[in-house]
Every structure is written in structure tokens, then in C-alpha cells.
């Protein structure tokens, strides 16, 4: 949860909006702090008194941006309905909001239209942004892209920007370097931002996810404990504590933190914790209550096939090669060529289990599909160094296992 709702400001002006939903007479909130009610609302879960707060600073304030921007983004982001939320989108009075700008090209975004977004933002940036807001404007559009995971485009417009010893810029500049795999090149420039605000919660969950992504695991985990210390419902610093002891193997421990971190969450789509969850029971030899934890995956997932993969897999690192295997082949070969996921692990499992013409088959998919899911979960069927390519050859059969 963002700090600013611990503060006092933000607790007095919860009081102020509560009192005067019991009728009370006092001083009315401006449009963006009624606003910042509806976002805590939604951040604690309470998403019926978030759209309540949000409707009241519409009711208060007919021609004001954020409310109704905020009532577009839960269409999208909680409801997932692109097209809700454009709608609401155009019942925004100022046309010409930069707010309003971005909120349509996230939608683009969303429904996978970078380059349409682009398009637009860039239309508005010539023809109709006051040129003493362009500057803001570079880097508001380059955070966009970048929080879609979208790094060409982020660094398209990061480029442009001039405002290169602004915080903003060089945290986006280092969240790029990130996406490149140059940790620790980003990590540098986080550090120095951290020199000058060493209690900035999301430098610091961002250097964590860094040393994590170049297995430093134990320094990821001492930088998310510095996150936590500032902020103990930090969300993102809770996960990669979690993610962290994961690693290391420390799993009685990361089952606390991904249990917290579900306490922080309870509106999100967290079906990939309750499979990681899942994964830790099976490895305590707790079967039960890990087929709970991939039922409960299953009912919260906005995409289930991918879920089931999922499950799969850790059925599969768990030694439940048969389990695994009818996840698997009830589900894989379904799919459109443009799903990558599964098909080396349906191979082992064919393979496991003495299935030797579906071995053949379904390694032929793989390879076609996802040479690098093959490398990670075969390549220790074949002589070393040999190409995923080279698996459906003749020459190169599995060694007796």
C-alpha cells in the first residue's frame, strides 16, 4: 500500500469524507482527494466504497478528470472490459486533460495496441500540448509504456526527454536498462537515487528485483527488508522477500511472506501465488491442501489454461509425472500455434511414463515452439551442448534414464 494513506493528511481527510457520508456538514474534498479516497478504498479491497467514492466526487464535481478516470482504470484493471472502459473515458468534459490522453492510449495499450497508443500520444504532442508541459509529458508517456512493459516505446520517448538529472527520468532509465538484462548498470543508477532518498520504498524493490534477476539472491532479499521497514505493507517489497527465500530454499519462510502478500492483495488475479503456495504443500508432502491451493488458482485466474500449466509444472517438479501428464494432455494439444508454454514438460512427461511415439510428437512441438523451455527441461536426455534442433534427429536419441 502506498505510504502517503498512512500519513496523517490522509487519515484526516478519510475522517473528513466518512463524516460527511453520516450526514455530517464540514469542508467538502477537492475532486482529486475524493479521488485518493476511492484509490485507498480499492487498494484495501473494498472496491464497492471505492466506485461510491468515485460516484460521490462525480455527483460533487461533474466537470473534474480524476474520478472519473479512476472509474475508467477499474473497468479496466479490476473488471478487465476494455471497452467499459472507453466508454466511461468519453464521459470525461475535458477533452484536452492530459490525463484524459493518457487514459486512452492505456486502454490501447492494454488491449495490445502499443504502436496505435503511440500513435495517438504523438498526434497530441504535436498538434495540441502546451509546449511548456511537453517535458512533463516525454516522461508521463515513457512511464506509461513502461509499467505495460512496453521498453521500445518507453525508450522512444525517454529519448526525447532533456530532463535527464530529474529522478523520474533515471529511474525509467534504469527500470530500461533492467528489461536489457544490464542489471548492474540499472543498479547503479538506483543506488545513487538511493544515496539521495534512501527511503524510497520502490528504489528499493526495484534494486531487489535486479540483484534477483542476476542471482543475488541474498542481497534482493536485504534490499526488500529495507523496503519493508518503510513501508511493512509494501506489496511488491513483501513478494520479492517471498520470491527471494524461494530461491534459497528457506520455504517454511517464503510461505509466510506469500501468505502475507495475499493479505495485501485480496482483489488481484494472484493465482500464480496460490500455485507457488500450492508447490511449497507439495513439497511439505501436504497434498490436500495443495490441491486447495490449485482449485482456489483455478477460480480466481483470468486465464485458466495458462494456470493449468502452471499447476502442471509443479506437479511435474514434484515427481507427480502421471498427475502432470493428464494436465498436460488434456490440455496442450488444443492449443493455437502461438502458445509456447508446456509442450518440453508434456515431452519429459511422455517420455517419464514410456510414451515413446507421443515423446517424439509432442518433442517435435517443443522444439518448434520453445527451444529454450526445451534446453531447461531435456537437454539433460542428450549428450551436452547439443542444440534443441538437433533433439528430433536420428542420431541424437534419449539415453536410457
Keep these: 500500500m502506498d505510504i502517503y494513506y498512512h500519513s496523517d493528511r490522509f487519515r484526516q481527510l478519510l475522517r473528513r469524507y466518512e463524516a460527511l457520508q453520516q450526514g455530517d456538514t464540514g469542508e467538502l474534498p477537492d475532486a482529486e482527494e475524493l479521488t485518493d479516497v476511492a484509490e485507498y478504498y480499492h487498494t484495501v479491497g473494498e472496491d464497492g466504497k471505492a466506485m461510491e467514492a468515485a460516484d460521490y466526487a462525480v455527483r460533487m464535481y461533474p466537470t473534474a478528470t480524476a474520478p472519473v478516470a479512476f472509474k475508467s482504470r477499474m473497468a479496466l ?48 504532442y504535436d498538434e495540441t500540448v502546451d509546449p511548456d508541459d511537453r517535458e512533463d509529458y516525454i516522461l508521463d508517456v515513457a512511464a506509461l509504456f513502461s509499467d505495460y512493459e512496453e521498453t521500445d516505446y518507453t525508450e522512444k520517448w525517454l529519448a526525447r526527454s532533456s ?28 543506488n545513487d537515487l538511493l544515496d ?21 539472491i541474498r542481497d534482493s532479499i536485504t534490499s526488500s527488508e529495507y523496503s519493508i521497514a518503510i513501508n511493512p505493507e509494501d506489496e511488491e517489497a513483501v513478494l520479492n522477500k517471498a520470491n527471494g527465500l524461494f530461491t534459497l530454499g528457506n520455504y517454511a519462510e517464503s510461505l509466510k511472506y506469500y501468505e502475507r502478500y495475499k493479505q495485501l492483495c485480496p482483489r488481484q488475479d494472484i493465482s500464480v501465488i496460490d500455485v507457488t503456495i500450492g508447490h511449497i504443500r507439495l513439497m511439505q508432502g501436504q497434498a490436500v491442501e495443495a490441491q486447495q491451493c490449485y482449485r482456489q488458482a483455478l477460480s480466481e485466474s483470468k486465464d485458466k489454461a495458462l494456470t493449468l500449466v502452471h499447476i502442471g509444472i509443479s506437479a511435474f517438479d514434484n515427481g507427480y509425472v502421471e498427475y502432470a501428464y493428464r494436465i498436460f494432455i488434456s490440455l496442450l494439444p488444443e492449443q493455437e500455434d502461438g502458445w509456447d508454454i508446456g509442450f518440453a514438460y508434456l515431452a519429459r512427461c511422455c517420455y517419464e511414463l514410456k510414451k515413446e511415439k507421443e515423446y517424439r510428437l509432442f518433442l517435435q512441438k517443443a522444439v518448434e515452439r520453445n527451444p529454450e523451455e526445451c534446453i531447461e527441461v531435456l537437454a539433460d536426455l542428450y549428450p551436452e551442448g547439443t542444440r534443441p534442433q538437433d533433439y528430433l534427429t536420428s542420431d541424437f536419441r534419449p539415453q536410457d534414464s
Excluded: C
Design 196 to 216: 539521495a532518498d534512501p527511503y524510497s520504498g520502490p528504489y528499493w524493490n526495484q534494486l531487489a528485483q535486479n540483484q534477483f534477476l542476476r542471482n543475488d
Design 77 to 124: 484493471l479490476t473488471d478487465d472490459d476494455p471497452q467499459r472502459a472507453g466508454e466511461i473515458a468519453e464521459t470525461i468534459v475535458d477533452k484536452t486533460d492530459l490525463d484524459y490522453l493518457y487514459l486512452k492510449a492505456e486502454i490501447m495499450v492494454a488491449e495490445g495496441a502499443a504502436d496505435a497508443a503511440d500513435r495517438f500520444l504523438q498526434a497530441h
Design 163 to 190: 530532463m535527464t538529472d530529474e529522478n523520474d527520468y533515471k529511474e525509467l532509465q534504469a527500470r530500461v536498462l533492467k528489461s536489457h538484462g544490464r542489471y548492474e548498470e540499472s543498479e547503479a543508477i538506483l
